[in-house]
Nanobody, 111 residues
Framework: QVQLVESGGGLVQAGGSLRLSCAASGSIFSINAMGWYRQAPGKQRELVAVITRGGTTTYANSVKGRFTISRDDAKRTVYLQMNGLKAEDTAVYYC?????WGQGTQVTVSS
């Protein structure tokens, strides 16, 4: 059974930065794609960024140039560095890998 534990959310002023982490544990042979998603109140969950095992990254247009996804396979961890945060980035952020979702971490950006 795979478990994902997220950390790093919080309250930040517009223009600030946060770094999210998501660590996987359990019976894991290898991890292909690792991704971050977010869900704002009243909206559907959307893709924020994804990184393949080979390091190829894809970002939502709304976060390009501000967010950076990275991974550490030795630690089974994916990161999301978020800079230049905006009020519209406020959401619960979820990581996803190995067909498993994390519990979510709240990010609130005050304007």
């Amino acid at each position: 059974q795979v478990q994902l534990v997220e950390s790093g959310g919080g309250l930040v002023q517009a223009g600030g930065s946060l770094r999210l982490s998501c660590a996987a544990s359990g019976s894991i042979f290898s991890i292909n794609a690792m991704g971050w998603y977010r869900q704002a109140p009243g909206k559907q969950r959307e893709l924020v960024a994804v990184i393949t095992r080979g390091g190829t990254t894809t970002y939502a247009n709304s976060v390009k140039g501000r967010f950076t996804i990275s991974r550490d396979d030795a630690k089974r961890t994916v990161y999301l560095q978020m800079n230049g945060l905006k009020a519209e980035d406020t959401a619960v952020y979820y990581c996803n890998m190995i067909n498993t979702w994390g519990q979510g971490t709240q990010v609130t950006v005050s304007s």
